[in-house]
């Protein structure tokens, strides 16, 4: 059991009560594992990320987290809380939202600071981190300044220098360059080959085999409408069509246009 | 024609980018400068005597002193005078017109008359007390709001808000100040960017009415829409671990220098007390 390090049962959640974004949701997750979420725009994917990140709590159904019951009350608790951010990290989808001040060496440190990390250590990770991003030379820039791709790998180091057990990814590698999308994958690989467990909710199919070893996906009625083993999800042409996951390309052969579907599952 | 078209939105975001650059020059805070160097506490305690001082004297000679110390306090910190001065008379006019300009007429400050004049049927007559009011008035606000400004944008955001909770100030105010602060700016950046993104849309040829209409519409979705940010940005906080005790990294350490700041400025204090 204790091994289980969340657990979704029956989970439904919407928005000022009225804007549904999971419906009975049951998923399980096992420490080590490396799970992508994918889906359309709007399935509900980063409300998932936000729930299992402790940050809004199930209208119904329950969501246990590390073998307890995870309730809004809990984190409340100045021990719990601290422990619990200590372990689970997310990487927002927006970096504009995550990254919060005038610094982006200040805003990379806020996190091990507030949990009380010591300042020796702070330091030694924030060079290690900034020198495999290759943003060392950012560090005293704003980041309201920062070109998106360069952001994004800000916000990243953020979440990525506390060092959690769990790590939820939004869209990680979304405006990235091939190179550094090879980072990040690499980066992923590296912690989960050391035990790390791994949630990352993408529309990039091609990374998704990479960084994954179950599928969920998730359907425009916020419900999963499958999951499964990567190699399974990827190979289901008509799942993906159905969740905007692939897309049409046209060509011409001479004079007859020729359509068929296009996966991202590699590089072209 | 277009330009007079342009002016309202032209003044509103320039308005709104210039609050954003006196209270959020945090570029400065970093500078190597004196104000920079002391320990934050000594440097805030010290400020609030000035401040103090301020709101006690009713003698102008120690309120230019006081703003002539503040002025050599910013050059000795490596702000641009300049931009200083820039961003603290912008708040003269705002409270000029609603406080100091009407006191200057004998109905507030009766006294005795120095010019008198009639303006649509009324006989105006503007006091000597009235006079000598508005300057002392206007010297101190603009002292004050030079103290504070130069208190904030030579100490980094995070460590004026622990300051306070040194000061035993009560985290939940601690916290909503902070708050109120992001506020602000996500106010001001999503308005420029906003700006930004109706222009590229419409181009710059948008019919007065029509820019109105635009400038109407946004202001209330503005508010909405950052007011939204904030809360998703309080999110990004609590996920990093953020508990409403802001922690730095730097140790606040006294050294010799913020002692010897200290004597001067509480020497200072209780001379003008005694003398002001
Ligand atoms: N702050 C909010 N207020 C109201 N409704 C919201 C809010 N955030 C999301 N929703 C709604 O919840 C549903 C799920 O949104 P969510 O952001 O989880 O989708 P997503 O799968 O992450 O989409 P995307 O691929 O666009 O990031 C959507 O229908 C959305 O309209
Ligand atoms: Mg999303």
Redesign the interface.
Known sequence: MDDIIFELKDVNFSYLGKYPALWDINITIKRGEKISVIGANGSGKSTLL?ML?G?IFPDKGIIRAFGKELREGDLND?GF??NF??SV??V?Q?PD??L????VR?DI???P????AS?IE?EKCLEELTAMLGITDLL?R?P?QLSIGERRKVAIA??LI?GPDVLLLDEPTAGLDPLTTRHIIDLLNLASSSGKTIITSTHDLHIVEEISDTVYVFGSDKKIAAFGSSSEILKDERLLMEHNLVHIHAHRHKDIVHVHPHQHTDHH | MFKKSNFIERSLTGALSFIKGSIFAEGYASRIGFLQSLDPRIKAATFLLFLLQILFTKNILVLLYLYALCLMLAQVSRIDLLFFLKRTWVFIPLFSLFIAIPALFSIFTPGDPLVSFSLIGHKLTITHQGLSGAELFVTRVITSVSFVVLLSITTKHFELLKVLRIFKIPQVFVMTLGMCYRYIYLFAEIIEDTYLAIKSRVGTLVHYKRGQHLVAWNIAYLWHRSYQLNEEVYKAMLSRGYAGEPAVLTDFRFKPKDLVWFIFAAIMFTAMRKYG
């Not at chain 1, 919060?100 to 610094?103: A, G």
């Not at chain 1, 600071?113 to 009380?116: A, D, F, I």
């Open positions: 936000h990140d940050l100045a809380s601290r951010r200590k990290g997310l927002f927006n939202i995550q919060f001040c005038p610094t200040e440190i806020f996190g600071l507030q949990l009380g300042k702070i005293d704003s309201h953020t979440t506390i």
